[in-house]
C-alpha cells in the first residue's frame, strides 16, 4: 500500500510536500518578537510576537523606526553580516527596560533591510504571562483542600470546649479563654480565605462594564486609606463590555489596590487606575489549541519601592510576602480569579521613574447583534 494509502486509513490526509506552508502563517505563529527594518531603522513588518511585546497594534508601530520602539539604534551593528549583540538593554514603549540578545541578519532581496529578532532573558518581561503560573494555583488549591479538613474541623471543637470553660471560670481565668476563642476564630478565618482556592466550579462569566467595577473596587478600598495617598483614573471610555465575573473582578481590584496602599505607607503617593484597549495581545488556550485575544487592559499602577528583588519572580505563588504580618494569599488568590475568567495578571517595574504596574489582560464580550 502506498504511503497516502496509510494515511487515508488512518484517518489522515496526505501531506502535499510539495506546497509549502503559507509565509505569513508561519510569521504570525513565530513565539519569537521579529521586526524587519529598511536602510534607515523604519519598522515595515512585524509578527504577533513582537505586538504582545509593544502592547501596540500592528498599525501603530509599522512607520515607527527601531530607535522609537526599543531604544535601540543598531548603528554599531554592522549591515551586511548576520550579527547576534548579547546583553542588549531595550527600552519598551511605557519605560520598561528590559535585557535582551538580538539577531539582526540582513535581507538580501532588499538592500540595506535588516530582519531582527529579540531572545528575551529568562527574568525579564512582565511576571506571571506563564502557564506554570497555573500550576502553582493547582497547587496551593490541593494544599487548601488538605488544610481545610484537617485543622478546620477540630478548631469547632476547640473553641466550643473553651466556650463552655468560660461559663465557669472566675474572673482572672476568662480573658485566657476568651483569647482560645479569639485565636481559633482568626486561624478558622485564614483557612476560609485559603479554602477559595479549592473552589473549582466554573465562574458564570457575562457581559461586564469595567469601569463601573472599577469605580465600586475603588469607593470600597479606600475606605480608611491615609489621606496622603491620592487615587486617580486614566480611562479610555470608548472601552467594549467585558468578558467577566463581576464579584471577583471586584475582590481583584480591591486587592490590588489595597495592595498598592500598603506598598505607598503612611508616607503616601499616587495610585492610578488606567484603561486601554491593546490590539495583538493574546494568549494560548488549553493544551495550546488556538489563541484567546486579551485585548481589555486594566492596570492599577503605584509609585511604591515595589517588592524585593529575591521574590519578586514568586509574587503570585501562594504564601509568599513581604510583608511582616501577610499571609501570601492575596496575590496567589488574584490570579487564580482571573485565570478562572479566561484572563492574565502581570506584575512589571516600569517607567522612568520606576513604578510598580499589575496588568490584567481581559477577553472582551461577543458583540450582540
Known amino acids: 500500500m502506498s504511503r497516502g494509502g496509510l494515511s487515508t486509513v488512518f484517518g489522515r490526509p496526505p501531506v502535499d510536500r510539495r506546497k509549502p506552508a503559507p509565509s505569513d502563517e508561519l510569521l504570525a505563529a513565530l513565539p519569537t518578537p521579529l521586526f524587519a527594518i529598511d536602510a534607515d531603522g523604519v519598522i515595515h513588518e512585524l509578527n504577533n510576537a513582537a505586538e504582545s511585546l509593544l502592547n501596540l497594534s500592528r ?12 531604544g535601540h539604534t543598531l548603528n554599531s551593528l554592522p549591515n551586511e553580516t548576520m550579527v547576534t549583540a548579547y546583553d542588549q538593554e531595550i527600552v519598551l514603549p511605557g519605560g520598561r527596560a528590559q535585557q535582551a540578545d538580538l539577531l539582526v541578519s540582513p535581507w538580501p532581496e532588499r538592500a540595506g533591510w535588516r530582519v531582527i529578532t529579540l531572545h528575551l532573558h529568562p527574568a525579564a518581561g512582565p511576571i506571571a504571562r506563564r502557564s506554570a503560573r497555573e500550576g502553582g494555583s493547582r497547587t496551593a488549591a490541593g494544599a487548601a483542600a488538605m488544610l481545610a479538613h484537617e485543622i478546620k474541623n477540630p478548631l469547632s471543637g476547640i473553641r466550643g470546649a473553651a466556650q463552655l470553660l468560660e461559663t465557669g471560670a472566675d474572673d482572672d481565668a476568662r480573658p485566657l479563654t476568651r483569647l482560645i476563642r479569639e485565636e481559633v476564630d482568626r486561624v478558622a478565618a485564614l483557612i476560609d480565605r485559603m479554602e477559595n482556592f479549592t473552589d473549582t466550579r466554573p465562574l458564570d462569566c457575562g457581559p461586564q ?11 470600597v478600598a479606600v475606605q480608611g486609606m491615609p489621606t496622603t495617598i491620592h487615587v486617580r483614573e486614566i480611562y479610555d471610555p470608548s472601552l467594549p463590555a467585558v468578558l467577566g465575573h463581576r464579584d471577583s473582578l471586584v475582590q481583584i481590584l480591591i486587592n490590588l489596590i489595597k495592595n498598592a496602599a500598603e506598598a505607598l505607607g503612611p508616607l503616601g503617593g499616587t495610585i492610578t487606575l488606567t484603561t486601554a484597549y491593546r490590539h495583538g495581545i493574546r494568549m494560548l488556550t488549553d493544551h495550546g489549541y488556538g489563541r484567546r485575544e486579551l485585548p481589555i487592559e486594566v492596570c492599577v499602577v503605584d509609585d511604591g519601592p515595589g517588592p524585593p528583588a529575591d521574590i519578586a519572580e514568586h509574587l503570585f505563588d501562594p504564601f509568599v510576602t513581604s510583608k511582616p504580618t501577610g499571609r501570601g494569599l492575596g496575590l496567589a488568590l488574584v490570579q487564580k480569579l482571573i485565570v478562572d475568567q479566561g484572563g492574565m495578571v502581570e506584575y512589571a517595574r516600569e517607567g522612568r521613574p520606576e513604578r510598580t504596574v499589575f496588568r490584567l489582560l481581559l477577553p472582551r464580550a461577543e458583540r450582540t447583534r
Open 59 to 70: 498599525a501603530a508601530i509599522v512607520g515607527m523606526t527601531i530607535f522609537e520602539v526599543m
Open 209 to 219: 462594564n469595567i469601569h463601573a467595577i472599577l469605580e465600586h473596587a475603588r469607593a
